[in-house]
């Protein structure tokens, strides 16, 4: 839906996570998965059957006891922005996965997927998960869903979507207020959750944005720059050894 | 052989009566019969006369929310601020105050325009922007009864839920965005 | 004319025709498609309008203030923080946002229910209903009273300060005994200290927004719960300007998710760390870089010093100077080099603003009396206890105080059997703290016998350290009463069960945070109505309280624990103290006691009301100044310990270095077993939910097995190789557990993580892994009576299956 068909808009959502402010205590996570009703299975420690949007990975130093280091990786979906096509919506054969060009966030058509999996192995950032299973909510936990996302079902892969609904929201807001819709903003439940406020979401191009501001901090970087995915999530942080891991494959 | 020739040019416009007739069985068939076997007929919980309310603004019961959601069907608590006690002596009306009013019950109304759960539908970007609410809604304006709602047996969808090629078709026609995003969640 | 083969194709060509040009196929086709993409039995969420309801968190003691989001007004979906709240800025933790699984749990108790069989047998717990259970209860503690058994009976409560816990304590002592018990946690450590030190019953609280230099000692300060709403606002307050403004120096054993995120980590052996601050303080003193005025005005003990007898006492000083604590002999010890003692100490004494913290954040009581006091030491050469210092004690909340209890004329104390409060009478004077001393009395039966047990928002058979010894005093006690919630270990236990609302379908509140020193108080009230044929407790107890004797009914009068909680708020009223907080820029992480802060409420009706809303009170921290020892100084001599009888060893007045006494020979254990508390798992009252479920990395939890951290070299030694099964064994117990070769374990040590093995509520909670407690070993502290966990002697053996 993206081959220059529509011109790209002047919004595009981002997000900086500090890892130095980060503690790695998962509220980000958590917030996510009762925002988006992520499903839950009573063993979650198969991390490759586990539905997670926003997941902590450990960093580590690579040292040696004393002078072992660790830190902790969010890491959502990073609505890569290469050039006509994120990795994942270019490789789904139904169209199920598109990028919106209009605020560059790539979100997921779920009974329009087929469950081929092409885009969880064409991403570089394993932000993609595969639903093996029907979700199913243990009673009375379906109480808990929430009726902004959707429920997802067995065969489809889900990921991260910036919140999406969050957007359509303010939008929704900004037609009734009479106000431009296209300069609402908006922040993501792992952004609000967040303890520490290392998150922090907003228009990067809009240069009064606070994500736009520190996604320029010298010590901001993005993970695997070198593949060309534009990633729209930035990293900060002031330790050199974590800065030269942004390279490798540590999603 | 000149024979049987004969015999079948004799049965050509025989032929197209039963072409013809089998064409008309089939249309009743495809235009008729099968629309009706593939909605099934359910009558609301309660009739609702939008015309016995016309001297109320539309807005009154169906409004945007100050977050920009859409109010949808007013709740009991909106019924009661005029139907606290019976309002005549209808049935209908019995059967509000005592199963609905007095139980502090909400009604379970079909609703017509219900669109599936992965789709997301504002009212606030379509509403005063050139579009009539008769644009996607029946014209309810001189309606005494709710008419019976119509749902496809085999999606379970509503006989009103809006199609997307409809909702694309007038997105492109007005310069709207046709991204997945915009009507999905 | 017959209708033949011929006809029949004709009609069907035509019928075919007619079809293609009827909606039919095409309807049918599109139709098809839709009903392959509609799964019908996936559920499809209520919709409706999303409103948000404030109220605070009661899930651990940090007391954050959030909201739920509720779809038409009836329906809980979530939990957020409070943009308005200073604290946590509408910051939330996983547990918080996690809290409506809990709500929603399916191992809820949905009624009161009775144990008809034998004890343990969830089948036998049949329902009853409320009037049942009510009276069963009621008739029950009246017999008791009646026939002068009022001591004997015994209670275990939560160890969060609220309203709760005044209304428990007001219920026991009316009802004639002493025996009600908190959980054991950190913070009594903490009190304990400060008694001994400042003669005042409060806990030591830290400044830690005004700090520069912390030097933590094993305080897991980002491994979440507990303190965690107090250390996100400091870590904010910290990263203010971009960078970190503060050094933050860890000092454990164990790389933990604090030392892997401080500034830097000083790896020492397990449960040395106070040999470390007493070698720091030995280098201080030598040096003589400490805070020379304060220690002479105000501190009691640093010299030599002579006790009530006249006896010569050697003082703090002194002991400090002694031979076990020079930078070699400390680092024998700890394992650390003599010079880096040396330099951690230079740059303790020589930072401004430095502090030294410990027992806050996520910790078991790791530390004796004389450790606690060996950290306070530290601060009190850094002069940090001076009014407007970064060490205060946590202030009071003004809240009215409950009425005096009534003497019930009809039941005599002399009466009946001695209870527990007889038996310890005069024994140690803080006799409070000896929760695992009661368990030790009622197990063994011979002090004391307990003839009902209530137990509510705790569950010690699962989550107490060294828990055989609750399972074991159980055994001695006729009748268990749970007020919980959930079907939890120990409410699987009871004979009777009368279940309490869930937080956010009752009135609760938070009185103060802990080691915070400002004054905090939050309240919730209910967001929804309850699902379940549940009860407040606190309704429970007045009801019950009702219905046992004229005194007990007049001690505790109201009619509801809303008029309670109105009660005791209209007592901040009163105080004209402290302040409304409704946004978020309020710095209440900064105050210090020489600010003052103006009440900004005009009534007590307003100030409830504002309260209700989801708005905090807080006040200034209150100076510690006036020290109430006898000495009427910072004792660092506790004179107290000594009250009732002379000491003899002078040390035993003094912080030191008290290694510890393992159980079993270093030959047939030869590693220690540390038992950790991560941030993804609860420990206490409340299982880990589904949703934190999936931040157990599986370096720790692999289906049902648990993984313990080792050392490489250590691994290598025992020639383990990553994840291979191994039995873990301690004097206590033992355990099957797979190994994760770390590099933040320290050689020698075997980590284990606490809050799994659960063997009660449901599928997503039980089975999995090991519960540590039951392999720790808990040690009663000499001075307190507090339990007090150290590492303990362990050993690995490789398990017959071998890898996996």
């Known amino acids: 839906m993206s081959e220059g068909r529509h011109a790209q808009g002047g919004v595009r959502f981002g997000m900086v996570i500090d890892l130095d402010k980060c503690t790695g205590c998962g509220a980000c996570s958590v917030a996510c998965q009762a925002e988006n009703n992520i499903s839950f299975r009573p063993d979650e420690s198969n991390k490759l059957r586990s539905i997670t949007w926003m997941s902590i990975f450990e960093l580590n130093n690579g040292g040696h006891y004393p002078d072992y280091k660790y830190a902790f990786l969010p890491r959502p979906c990073m609505h890569c922005d290469s050039p006509g096509h994120a990795p994942c919506t270019f490789v789904c054969p139904v169209n199920a996965t598109t990028r919106d060009e209009n605020n560059g966030i790539v979100t997921m058509v779920y009974p329009r997927c087929i469950g081929c999996r092409y885009c969880i192995v064409a991403c570089p950032y394993h932000a993609r998960s595969f639903n093996w299973w029907d979700p199913k909510w243990p009673e009375p936990m379906e109480s808990m869903l929430s009726p902004e996302v959707s429920t997802r079902m067995r065969g489809v892969v889900e990921k991260c979507t910036f919140c999406h609904h969050r957007l359509l929201a303010v939008r929704s807001k900004a037609y009734k207020d009479g106000t431009d819709p296209d300069k609402a903003t908006y922040t993501t439940a792992c952004a609000d959750a967040c303890p520490a406020k290392a998150i922090v979401f907003g228009n990067l191009l809009d240069p009064q944005s606070e994500a736009a501001r520190l996604s320029k901090d010298p010590n901001a970087f993005q993970i695997l720059k070198k593949l060309n995915t534009k990633p729209k999530v930035y990293y900060i942080s002031a330790h050199d050894w974590i800065r030269k891991l942004s390279d490798n494959a540590v999603a | 052989m000149r024979q049987k020739k004969s015999k079948a040019l004799a049965s050509k416009p025989l032929g197209a009566v039963f072409s013809l007739s089998g064409f008309i069985v089939a249309l009743v068939v495809g235009w008729i019969v099968f629309p009706n076997l593939l909605y099934s007929k359910k009558a609301q919980p309660l009739n609702f006369s939008h015309a016995a309310h016309r001297s109320e603004e539309c807005e009154s019961c169906h409004s945007l929310r100050a977050d920009g959601t859409y109010s949808g069907i007013p709740g009991i608590s909106r019924c009661r601020e005029c139907h606290e006690s019976a309002q005549g002596n209808s049935r209908e009306e019995a059967s509000l105050i005592s199963d609905y009013v007095e139980k502090n019950r909400e009604v379970v109304w079909k609703v017509y325009g219900r669109q599936p759960d992965n789709v997301y539908f504002s009212h606030a970007p379509h509403k005063g922007r050139g579009l009539e609410c008769t644009r996607c809604h029946r014209d309810v304006s001189k309606e005494e009864k709710l008419p019976a709602y119509r749902q496809n047996l085999i999606t379970g969808y509503s006989l009103s839920t809006m199609k997307m090629v409809e909702c694309e078709k007038c997105h492109a026609s007005k310069g709207a965005s046709n991204n997945c995003e915009i009507c999905h969640k | ?804």
Request: hydrophobic letters at 40%; proline letters at 6%.
């Open chain 3, 1 to 804: 004319m017959n209708f033949g083969r011929r006809a029949f194709i004709q009609a069907a060509g035509g019928a075919i025709g007619g079809i293609l040009v009827s909606p039919l196929p095409w309807q049918l086709a599109a139709d098809s498609a839709k009903w392959s993409q509609n799964w019908s039995w996936r559920p499809s969420p209520e919709r409706g309008e999303i409103t948000r309801a404030a109220g605070v968190c009661t899930m651990c003691e940090g007391g954050c203030a959030v909201q739920v989001r509720l779809v038409n007004g009836n329906r809980a979906i979530s939990i957020e923080g409070n943009p308005a709240n200073p604290l946590s800025e509408g910051g939330i933790c996983p547990l918080g946002a996690s809290g409506l699984q809990f709500l929603y749990a399916p191992y809820r108790i949905a009624q009161p229910m009775k144990q008809t069989g034998r004890r343990g047998d969830i089948s036998g717990l049949k329902p009853i209903s409320w009037e049942e259970a009510l009276g069963e209860l009621g008739k029950k503690l009246g017999r008791m009273r009646a026939e002068g058994k009022s001591r004997e009976l015994a209670g275990i409560i939560s160890n969060s300060a609220s309203s709760m816990s005044d209304l428990w304590l007001q219920f026991f002592t009316s009802y004639g005994s002493s025996n009600l018990f908190r959980m054991p946690s950190a913070a009594d450590g903490l009190r304990l200290a400060a008694q001994l030190t400042t003669g005042k019953a409060s806990p030591f609280a830290f400044g830690l927004g005004n700090a520069e230099y912390i030097l933590s000692f094993g305080s897991n300060l980002f491994e979440g719960r507990g303190v965690a709403s107090l250390v996100f606002a400091a870590l904010r307050q910290w990263t203010r300007e971009g960078k970190r403004s503060v050094k933050l120096v860890q000092v454990e054993s164990r790389c933990s998710m604090t030392a892997a995120r401080a500034d830097r980590f000083v790896a020492v052996e397990p449960g040395t760390e106070a040999a470390l601050a007493m070698g720091i303080a030995h280098v201080m003193v030598r040096r003589g870089c400490y805070d020379v005025d304060f220690v002479k005005d105000k501190v009691f003990g640093f010299e030599d010093w002579s006790d009530n007898t006249g006896k010569k006492r050697r003082g703090f000083k002194n002991l400090v100077s002694s031979a076990p604590y020079t930078p070699e002999e400390v680092a024998k010890v700890t394992g650390l080099e003599a010079a880096k003692i040396e330099e951690l100490a230079e740059e303790f004494a020589s930072r401004q603003k430095a502090l030294a913290i410990w027992a806050i954040g996520q910790a078991d009581n790791v530390n004796g009396a004389y450790h606690h006091l060996a950290f306070a030491a530290l601060n009190a050469l850094k002069g940090n206890l001076k009014p407007n210092g970064l060490v205060s004690l946590a202030p009071a909340v003004p809240l009215a105080g409950l009425p005096p209890v009534q003497k019930d004329p009809g039941a005599d104390e002399s009466a009946g059997p001695p209870g527990l409060d007889v038996v310890r009478s005069g024994s140690a004077p803080y006799r409070r703290y000896g929760f695992y001393e009661f368990l030790d009395d009622v197990r063994e039966g011979s002090k004391c016998s307990v003839e009902m047990l209530l137990v509510h928002e705790a569950n010690p058979l699962y989550s107490i350290p060294e828990n055989k010894l609750f399972e074991q005093a159980l055994e001695k006690v006729p009748t268990l009463v749970s007020f919980s919630s959930y079907m939890d270990e120990t409410a699987a236990k009871a004979d009777l069960i009368l279940p309490d609302h869930t937080a956010f379908e009752r009135y609760v509140d938070v009185v103060g945070i802990p080691c915070a020193p400002f004054s905090y108080y939050a309240l919730g009230a209910p967001v929804m109505k309850p699902l379940l044929d549940t009860r407040h407790t606190g309704e429970v107890l007045l009801r019950l309280a009702g219905s046992i004797g004229a005194p007990v009914r007049a001690s505790m009068p109201w009619k509801s624990y809303e008029e309670y909680l109105r009660f005791r708020v209209q007592g901040i009223a009163q105080s004209r103290k402290g302040a409304i907080a409704d946004k978020p820029d309020v710095p209440i992480i900064k105050l210090s006691s020489a600010q003052s802060v103006q009440p900004n409420y005009s009534s007590g009706e307003e100030l409830w009301k504002k309260l209700k809303s989801g708005c905090c009170w807080y006040d200034a921290p209150s100076p510690v100044a006036g020290f109430e020892t006898a000495s009427g100084k910072f004792e660092l001599a506790c004179r107290s310990i000594g009250a009732e009888g002379a000491l003899g060893d002078d040390k035993l007045y003094l912080p030191h270095f008290a290694p510890a006494e393992l159980s079993g020979s270093e030959s047939e254990y030869p590693l220690l077993l540390v038992a950790y508390k991560p941030s993804y798992t609860t420990v206490g009252y409340l299982p880990t939910p589904s949703f934190m479920n999936k931040l157990i990395p599986d370096k720790v939890l692999q289906g049902g097995d648990i993984l313990i951290e080792l050392h490489p070299q250590t691994a290598a030694e025992l020639k383990f190789a990553h994840g291979q099964r191994v039995f873990l064994k301690t004097t206590q117990g033992g355990a099957a557990v797979r190994v994760n070769i770390s590099e933040a374990a320290r050689p020698g040590v075997v980590y284990m993580p606490q809050g799994l093995g659960h063997w009660a509520y449901d599928l997503y909670v039980r089975g999995k892994g090991a519960n540590a407690n039951s392999l720790m070993e808990v040690h009663l502290d000499p001075v307190g009576l507090m339990g007090t966990l150290l590492p303990c002697r362990a050993q690995l053996r490789s398990e017959e299956r071998g890898n996996l």
